[in-house]
């Protein structure tokens, strides 16, 4: 693996996974969208209702945003790296304890994607912060896409709920923060299940 890895980099210089301009080695942006995103400011706040604590590195704009898209879209994994390192680097200590509890994906859209970006995330920041990942979150789909989409515009909470014991205090991951009636549903159905502590952790956040 890492002597194709070796072959495919002498073959084809690492482009940056946001703008497509050639960057060193083993960086997954180049200098000048890492500058960019380096001056986003990072958020904190009390969260949707349910969560103690949430906190975003970044506003959903800019290089913040194509990096959200690059992961979910275009599948560069690495990214995901990416994502933790800088959520390690900026949070508060205090955000990052407990468990780490991935916001789980629409069925539909796992089956269609192959992959789940909160879950990538998840796993990349339990590595490095040493932490216990517990994917004990499951959420039901809609029968018919056509069912999911009306939901969402009704503004219906999606489904979700325990699939076993859940952590006291856990740390709830996603890579993107949209109107928090996720982040509710999850924390919601963690506390029914006995966690006494839910703080939410995202790389970026909608304004
Ligand atoms: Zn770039």
């Known amino acids: 693996m890492e002597i194709l890895q070796a072959v495919v980099t002498a073959v084809a210089p690492p482009l940056c996974a946001v703008c497509g301009r050639s960057c060193r080695p083993e960086a997954i942006v180049c200098a000048r969208c890492g500058r960019r995103l380096a001056r986003a400011e990072p958020l904190l706040g009390k969260g949707s209702p349910g969560l103690d604590r949430a906190w975003s590195s970044a506003p959903h704009e800019g290089v913040a945003r194509d990096l959200v898209a690059a992961l979910k879209f275009r599948r560069l994994l690495p990214v995901a790296d990416l994502m933790a390192d800088r959520i390690q680097w900026l949070a508060p200590a205090h955000m990052l304890s407990g468990a780490i509890v991935p916001v789980p994906p629409a069925p539909s859209r796992l089956r269609r994607r192959g992959f789940d970006p909160a879950g990538e995330l998840a796993a990349a920041l339990a ?15 809609g029968r018919r896409q056509v069912g999911r989409r009306r939901a969402e515009r009704l503004g219906q909470p999606p489904r979700i709920h325990a699939t076993g014991p859940v952590p006291r ?31 939410a952790v995202t790389f970026a956040r909608r304004l």
Request: charged share 20%; with cysteine; hydrophobic share 50%.
């Open 127 to 141: 590595e490095r912060l040493d932490s216990p990942l517990e994917p004990c979150l499951a959420r039901r789909g």
């Open 169 to 199: 205090s856990v740390l709830l991951i996603d890579d993107v923060l949209t109107t928090g009636a996720t982040m509710s549903a999850c924390a919601q159905a963690l506390r029914a299940a006995g966690a006494a502590r839910v703080v």
